[in-house]
Each structure stands twice: as C-alpha cells, then as structure tokens.
C-alpha cells in the first residue's frame, strides 16, 4: 500500500492530531491564566492576555508535588531495573534454551498478566499491612511485580527470540560457557529490546494507580498520578494548580514520547503481531 | 584453557550434545525459578487468597474481625477487666446478706466458668501473664489478647452468661442490692468477650447475588466495556487505514498518538474533568453548543451523561493505541496482495472484506483481548472523572469492590467482589483465547 498522500490527507492528518492533542493544548493555554480567568465567560478564551506563572509556583511552593515527583522516579525506576532484571533470565531461558514445560510457563506469565489488579490488592494490603510496609517505597515496588513482570517477560522472549540463533550456537562451538554467551553474546544484540522494555515498564510503574492510591495514603509517600488526583479539595478543585501540575508531568512524557516513539511502538506492537 | 582441551577434544565433541541438553534444562529451569516463584507469591497466592478471605466476615476496623479465624476466641484482655471486679462485686453483696442464697449460686457458676477457660496450660498462662500485667497498669501485646477454647467450652460459656445476666437483672429490679447497677454493667459486659469464627461460607456470594448495587455496578462495567471498545476498535481501524500509506512526518503522527496512551490516567481523568466542567469546561461548552446536551452541567451530573463522559474519555485516551497496534498488522500484509487483487478487478470495499479482515484477524482478536481486559477493570479513569456518581451510576464493579475494602473497611464482601472480577476476567480471555486458539503463544514465538 504505497499510495502517495494527497494536500487532503495532510489537512486531515493535521485535524487528527489537533484533536488527539487538544485537552493537552488546553490545559496548557489554561495553566498560565490568572486565577479570574478561569472561571466565567473568559473561561472559554483559549488565550490570556495577562500570562502568569503563578500556578506552576503554587505548585511546586502549595503542595509537595517535587516529593510527589521523586517519589514516583524512585518508585518507578527501582521496579524497571530489578523487573527487567528478573525477566531477562526468565525469558533469556524460554526463548534460547530447551526444557520441558516451556509452554505452559508462557501460558501461566500471559494469565496472570490478565488478572485484574483489584483480585489481588485485599490480600497483599494485609500482607503489607502486617509487615508495616503500607507508606514506604517497598510497599509498592512489591505489588508493581504483579504488573510488570509478566509484561516484561512477555516482551523479551520475543526480542530474545528474534537474534539468530547461529551465534549462539558458534559461541558455544568455540567453548564458551553459558553465561558467556549470555553476556557477550546475546546481551549487547538484546540491548536494543531489553531498552525498550525497560520504557514501557517504566511508564507502566509511574502511571500505575490502585495500588499507590490504597497502599501509600501519607503525602510524603504518594506518586504523582494519586497526588495529582487528590488535589481536588472538598468544596473547590484549584484548576489553575491542576493544569500546571498536567504540564509538569506531561512534557517529560512528551518528549521521551518523540525521543523513544520507534522503540515503543515495536515493544507495543510485538506479539501482537504476526511476523 | 587450549591446554587443557586438546587431548580430550575427539571424546568431549561426541558427548557434547547429550550433557548440553541436560545442562539446558538445569540452567533454564533456573533462570525461570525467580520469576516464577515472585509471580506465585504475588499474583497467584494473592488470588487464592483472596478467595480464601471472601468465605470470612473481615472488617478490618473491628477488632475481633479483623483476622479470619475458624475457630472461638476469647478476648482475654476483656474477660479480666471485668470478671474479677463481678465476683468481687457479688462477694460484698453476699457478705452483707443482700439476695445472698441466688448470688451464692451465680458465684460458683462464674468460677466454674472461669475454670473452663483456664483448662489448657496456656491459657492458664496467658490468664496469669494478662492479670500480672492489668495489675500494673501496662499494655496488652495484641497477639495474647486472644486464646482460642473449644466450641462447647464458648458456648456454653455465651449461655450461662446471658442467663445470669437476666438473673441479675431480675435480683437488681427486686431493689435489694447496693451495687445492682454495677453488677449488671460488668455482667453484660462478660456476654461479649467470646469471639464467633468468623468464617461465613458462601454468605458473600449470596448476598451479592441478590444485591443490586453489584448488579448495577457489573452492568456499568459491561455498557463501559461494550462501547468503548466498540468505539475504539471502530475508530481505530479507521485511522489505521488511513495512516497505513508513505507520507511526510509518520513519526510526529506517531509520537502524537502515543501522548495520550503515555498519559497517567489519572492525569488523563482529571483533564476531562476540567473540559467538561459544568460551569467552565471548554468540551461540555462545545457540547452544548453542537446540541449534544440540553445544558453544560448536564454531562457530569446526569446518568447517561455522566456514562457518556467517562466513556468518551476513554475512547480519547485509548484508540490511538488501537490504531497503532492495528496499523502494525496491517504493515504485514504485502502490497502484491491488493495489486494482484485490483487486476481480477476487486472494488475498494471487496478487497477490505476479502484481504485485509481475514489477515488482520489474530491483531485485531489480540488488540480487542487487551482492550477488553483493561476496560473491564477499569479504576482509576472512573474513579477521578466521576467518582462512581452521580449516584453510582457509573459505579463499575472494580470500584464497587475498592469502595468496600477501602472506605467501609469490609474485606470479606471485597474479596468476595473481587473473586468475581476475576473470574468475568477469566471468562472473557477465555472466550477471546478460544477464538485466536493457539495463535496468542505462537505469535510470541516469532516462528
């Protein structure tokens, strides 16, 4: 299907992505209104007249959203590394080695990355409970397994799957050992795919929310996508801070969106398709 | 190590490929165990266990059901802040000839009692240990407040209670005692210090089945799941194969699609919330000015609206990422396909149902598998955009199930609810693993 586009194609393309991108553009245009602004007729003025940076103050000076921030990235980057970690070996197994009853682990890491989060937060609430780790960075790392490590296994057997195998099999013909071939051989070929897994871990863990809503109730433990939603107060939701905090949050995912886009479109779409 | 190789190297290749293949197994069974044994610690066990505590009446604000406990329990720590003050009580009456003969009797039913519970050593122990303590004024540690005694030994205990409880009672309104009132305060007390297992079977399960609010909620979920993926799978078919062609800035179009799925939903939800704002959201002004709704606040705070909203967000947030993985089957049909098709003279439409459903059957069955999943426990996007409301009419049976554990601190019903998500769960993945049959394990093989 290599048809040439026509002008129409771009002008649709380009109302396709307005729309995809306007609450974001919105929330933009809205975090650097004053406060009048916001509300009443001039509400629906997409652009202010007096810019202010008033809310991103407030922000970071009203509420503890930089410890919201760095508990997110601690929490986040500790469960990719050991995750990835863990499943490279898993699946560095599944893919390249041959044993019995490889099936049925692949059958067992797809069903549980199926489970609903909510069949499993009872009892590992108690468990964390007892263990007096509910508000503390253990306290959600753990759970986060139950999410992460199934998807990562899933997404590197089939990276892992994709390197030839006659490399491996002439490592070991000149007398390398197993765990030199996994070192020399095929990780820096996995790279690549062990890269890309790690981003979508990575944002698996930071936007995860049940768990970090349930388990880490105190502000100085809470990640961002909790902190952010329990900005609202009682009686008044503080839209002007709600938007800058979207913006702070959201250019970072932007960018590494542009940076990383290729990777995480083959880490999104591999086993899903057929090749 | 050349060295050492070189006289034996004739034997060693011959054996070579049996001792691999069982090292194989050794190595790969190892390399499998973490990730095995941290999946059935804590996703599988979870589950079990999860199952396990919705057969419990769990109410983790109560104190004698916050454990799951098959067995009688008395509460120790209860038993002697009051029972040694009731005897003491009935002695002074009996020693200054108040009612003494039906005191006397209550006495030594009492003690009778109280040796009873004192039976096994370590209750014995315990017992002592707890009396030493409440002498001095000091804290009972949690886990020897509790002793467990047979199922006789509690009941019998509960009933000779309650009946010199009414005895008292009776003894008190006659009007000759001088502590009646006392006596009858500490007497009540003693008939709740035994504590019932609370193990409740299937109660749960029967109680949800005939419960409305479980019923509305798992309804919300299927109409939230039925149409937003429906919708998504609609739009981003289309938009695959609008996009499924050579133009200029395919990554920007990329990179754009991927922002919202990128989003925390959380962020996404409150977003929405802001644009469809009854009073100052620039969305349900659009909306209202097309004709969609009569008036702006009615997105939020009606039934349908409310459902519209929060599936219109989701449709936002989640077809570009439909798009992309149905763009990427669409990648692995070859062209020669279309072209060859085009000459036999095949139309636009002919050459869709013919060509491109029947290879992008296994990407779409995965996609909407996926999808379908993630809609039905669906949280956080309802749980910030409309809170469940206005009055649960967006309640779906994930939150229904939160809603329980966390805010009224029931974890029996929960667990209970949460056994039920997760067998729709495993029914829908079934029906959908049957339709692909084994292609889902093979397609991670690559071939």
Redesign the interface.
Known sequence: ?????GPM??V??VV??FL??F??L??LA?SIKPLSE???DR??NPFTSNPTLQNYVSVFVDYPFMRYLWNSTVVATITTVYTVL??S??A???AR????GK?I????????S??????????????LKNLGLTNSYLGLI??Y??IT??LS??LL??FF??IPFDLEEAA?ID?AS?WQTYWKVIMPLAVPGIFTTAILVF?AA??E??FA??INTADKFKT???G??L??GQYT?P?GE??AA?VV??VP??I???IF??R??SG??S????? | ?QTE?DPKEPIKVEKRPKK??K???V???L??A???I??LA??????I??FY?SLFDLQ?NEPTKSEVHLDYQIDLDRYLQNFPFLVGAIDSEIDKGNSSEELTTIKSTLENLDEGIKEKPEAQENYDTINAKLDNFENIPADMKYIEIEEDVAQEFTTSVKEINADLRTINENGNLEQGDKIVGLSSALTEIVVEPNFVGFEHYKENLTDQRMWRSLWNTSVFTFISVLAELILGLA?AL????????R??????????W??????????????Y?G??G??A?LFEDVGLVDRMAMLLTTDTGAMFSVIFADV?KTT??MA??LL???Q?IS?SL?EAASIDGANKWKQFVTITLPLLK??LL??LL?RT?DA??V??LI??LTGGGPANSTETI?MY??TL??KQTN?GE??A???V??IC?AII?GIFIKLLGS???K?????
């Open positions: 299907m290599n048809k040439k586009a194609f771009y649709f393309l396709f992505v995809v991108m609450p974001f919105w929330m809205s916001l509300f009443g509400a629906f863990v499943a070996f898993a560095y197994a599944i080695l041959n044993f019995k099936p682990i692949l059958g067992v890491v797809l069903s549980v199926m489970f609903p989060q909510v069949a499993t937060i009872s009892p590992i609430y108690i468990f753990i759970p397994t139950t490590l199934p296994i899933w057997v089939t799957r994709k070991r007398g197993l944002i930071w936007n929310f049940l809503l349930t961002v996508p909790v952010i939603a900005f609202q939701i839209w709600i938007s979207t949050v959201t995912l932007v590494m969106v542009l886009q290729r995480i479109v999104l779409t086993g899903s398709v057929k090749e | 190590m190789i691999k293949k090292n194989d197994s190595v790969g069974y390399l499998v973490p990730a095995l941290l999946i804590i996703s599988i066990w979870p589950v266990q999860s505590f983790l938009i609008l996009i499924n062609k050579a133009f200029l800035g990554g920007l179009i990329r990179a754009s699609i991927l922002i919202p990128a989003i925390p939903t959380a962020v996404a939800a409150l977003m929405w919330k802001f644009l704002d009073q100052n620039i969305v002004k936002w570009p990422y992309l993985l990427a089957g669409l692995t062209g279309y296994s990407s995965v996609a996926f999943l039905f426990r949280f956080d749980y910030v994930s199930a939160y554990m966390f974890f929960g667990s609810i949460s056994v998500v997760f769960v993945s292609d889902l394990i397609d991670g093989s690559g071939k």
